[in-house]
């Protein structure tokens, strides 16, 4: 049956349009701010036992504040969304899957890897199901990001790089960018260092708030690799201060980033 759509759900339709760009021009503070206050709005009675208003406006909460760096705070809040939002229908469906997502990215910003690889794996086991009934959209290619990172995180090189260059044709955007700052960690993993810089090289991340530092930060490892030490810390030191002026202080690359720069005997400032 079609759905009746009223004036207020139409407004707020648009609202969510206008957060989902404002979210990819790196207005992160706004977002989650507004998404929170839209979660905070009454629901009507006949929404109330199937809030999704609710629970579309805390999934983009939660995933802004995953991104900008706030993983570890709000992982409490992703895993009683998980258990709060009922998978009765498609929508539901896809929509848990997604906050299931962020769950996985703010596991792996806490470097618990094999807790986000069984998650990513379950993502995208739950994504089969959800395809044949509906376009997935990102849903699977940023699994299979989050799949490949759990994997580098765990040492386990050749598989994420399987993954990552199996999956790159088709990313676009953050998943883009996701998988081939896996695939140069993988290779630095190997010990394939020249390999690892020339992909870098390629490597031409859209210019978003989330990406912040990451192709110093993993072109810094491959050259720290190569013993290549002034090199290494002249771009960890860029990959720092690009991360403290753009991402919250908890965010983990900025963590990343000052323990190869302590590894290349230079203490960071703060």
Known sequence: MKSIWTPRERER?????????????????????????LAAIPQRPWRRTRPLPRWQALTLATGVAVVHGRGAEVLPELEALIAEVEPVDT???????????????ALIGQERH????????????????????????????????????????????????AVARGNLPRAKEAALSSLHATLVRCLTGQGRYAEALAEARRFAPLPCRGDSGQLDLVTAEALHGQGRNGEAREAAARA??????????????????????????????G
């Open 13 to 37: 339709e648009k609202t969510f349009a206008r957060l989902a760009r404002e979210y990819r021009a790196g207005a992160y503070e706004k977002v989650e701010a507004e998404a929170r206050a």
């Open 91 to 105: 929508e539901t469906e896809l929509l848990r899957l997604i906050v299931r997502n962020h769950r996985t990215l």
């Open 114 to 161: 094999r807790e986000a690889e069984d998650e990513a794996l379950d993502v995208l086991r739950g994504a089969v199901r959800v395809s044949r009934l509906t376009s997935l959209g990102t849903v699977e290619i940023n699994a299979l990001a989050h799949l490949a990172a759990a994997l580098c995180g765990q040492g386990r090189h050749e598989e994420a790089e």
């Open 240 to 269: 720092l201060a690009d991360c403290e002026r753009n991402l919250y202080p908890a965010h983990p690359r900025i963590r990343d980033a000052r323990a190869l720069l302590a590894l290349l005997g230079e203490e960071p400032v």
